[in-house]
């Protein structure tokens, strides 16, 4: 039975993102004051002898390779989806149907149909039929301190009416050797960089400066290497590091890069680029905003900082600052770490965003918003934008894509 003080989770998935909501869950209540504290109940995924040793490592009681026995299951209170792009739908659905919480990775689906119903089914579930459920999407990136740190200094003026929108998250780990996995199949991911990068640059930029995107335009994409050596085994618990591959090939049917321009509903001109063979990157995901009174600047791979640029300044001292987000009290969620200077990492963007899951189940606003169903189903209506964008080679407004 359901209790104010505890939530109990069930995590789908058991592998790159398995090991990060892992560590999340299990780590908010030991830095985070909390209004409930999570149980890690039950981790499901499809190989039970590698689940048992996982559940043991990372504290699950249960470990299932049925999630549909799961979802249903009376015990638990939120499931939270870590599983290839076209099981979001189908799982979300089922656990909404049965009352419970839904957080679920990114992007909220493969295709904007499903990302659609799963906007519908979230709103049902919130209001209209359901029992208040609430859904939360694993925009992780907001919750890094500088990220949440420029939200804030947008919202107090620093950086006055923005002009430009530079977004990029570079990769490139998918050379040649790499197998098939799921991320390069169209039926279980959606798309290739668009679904998976450019997805996290739309929100953030969407997030940060608080403006929608309204059109679309200048898309392409681009699949460089077509076949690939059919994946023998399973995911390794990383992006492609330890996958092996047969002898036979298969078809790519997701792109390898993609790249557009967009306009913002302030006015502003943006481009976004996404890609997973831009050699020297291997995770530079960021932004670069200018506005009129300043200007501001992210990349992950420095993921600590956050840039800014007074305009406002006399001219004789005006250049870039660069600002470590760890100061307790100035900068969100540093409180909850460590000390001055001594730096976070990837993982704590999860933990920063279980912490504000808690916080909003309980019914406490989050440190920063929290993208749900609604609003991850806007950042898909943007993918979806680039994409018919690429393939038709015109502008696309957002207005036509419902
Ligand atoms: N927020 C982020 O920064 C971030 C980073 C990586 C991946 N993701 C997203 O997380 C999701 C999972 O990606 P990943 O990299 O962890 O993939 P992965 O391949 O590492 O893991 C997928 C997991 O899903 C499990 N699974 C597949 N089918 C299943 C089924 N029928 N029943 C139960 N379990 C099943 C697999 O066994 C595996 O444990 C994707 O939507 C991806 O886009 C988000």
Not at 41 to 56: E, Q, V
Not at 88 to 116: F, I, N, S
Not at 137 to 152: D, H
Not at 283 to 293: A, D, H, L, S, T
């Amino acid at each position: 039975m359901s209790h104010p003080n505890r939530l109990r989770v069930a995590l789908l998935g058991q592998a790159f993102m398995g090991r990060a909501h892992s560590n999340a869950w299990s780590q908010v209540g030991k830095f985070f004051d909390l209004p409930a504290v999570p149980v890690l109940h039950t981790i499901c995924g499809r190989d039970a002898a590698k689940l048992r040793a996982f559940a043991a490592r990372w504290g699950w009681r249960y470990f299932s390779t049925d999630w549909r026995a799961v979802v249903a299951c009376d015990d638990i209170d939120l499931v939270d989806i870590g599983t290839p792009n076209h099981l979001h739908l189908p799982m979300a659905k089922a656990a909404l149907a049965a009352g419970k919480h839904v957080a679920c990775e990114k992007p909220l689906a493969g295709t904007l149909a499903d990302a659609r119903e799963m906007a519908h089914l979230a709103a049902e579930a919130k209001g209209g039929t359901g029992a208040g459920q609430k859904t939360f999407v694993w925009y992780n990136y907001r919750r890094c301190p500088a990220v949440a740190l420029a939200y804030s200094l947008v919202r107090t003026g620093k950086i006055g009416p923005i002009r430009h929108v530079r977004a990029f998250y570079l990769q490139d780990w998918a050379g040649p050797d790499v197998p098939l996995a799921w991320r390069f199949d169209r039926r279980q991911a959606g798309s290739g960089a668009l679904g998976d990068l450019a997805a996290h640059i739309v929100d953030m930029t969407r997030f940060v400066t608080g403006q929608e995107i309204t059109a679309v335009c200048g898309a392409m994409a681009e699949t460089f290497i077509k076949r690939r050596r059919v994946m023998s085994g399973s995911a390794a618990g990383g992006i492609a590091a330890g996958l092996k591959r047969s002898a036979k090939t298969g078809k790519v049917t997701v792109d390898d890069a993609v790249a557009f321009l967009a306009r913002f509903s302030g006015g502003a001109m943006a481009t976004f680029e996404a890609a997973r063979q831009a050699t020297g990157n291997q995770n530079r995901n960021g932004f670069e905003i200018n506005g009129v009174k300043g200007a501001l600047r992210f990349n992950f791979e420095r993921m600590n900082e956050l840039e800014y640029y007074d305009a406002t300044a006399p001219r004789a001292v005006q250049g870039w600052t660069t600002i470590l987000c760890t100061h307790g009290g100035d900068h969100p969620y540093a409180a909850a770490w460590w000390p001055d200077a001594h730096i976070i990492g990837y993982e704590h963007g999860f933990t920063n965003m279980a912490y504000d899951i808690l916080r909003m189940l309980a019914g406490k606003a989050p440190t920063v918003p929290m993208p749900d169903f609604a609003d991850a189903y806007q950042t898909q209506r943007v993918l979806e934008a680039a994409a018919v964008a690429a393939a038709e080679k015109r502008w696309v407004k957002l207005s036509e894509v419902k």
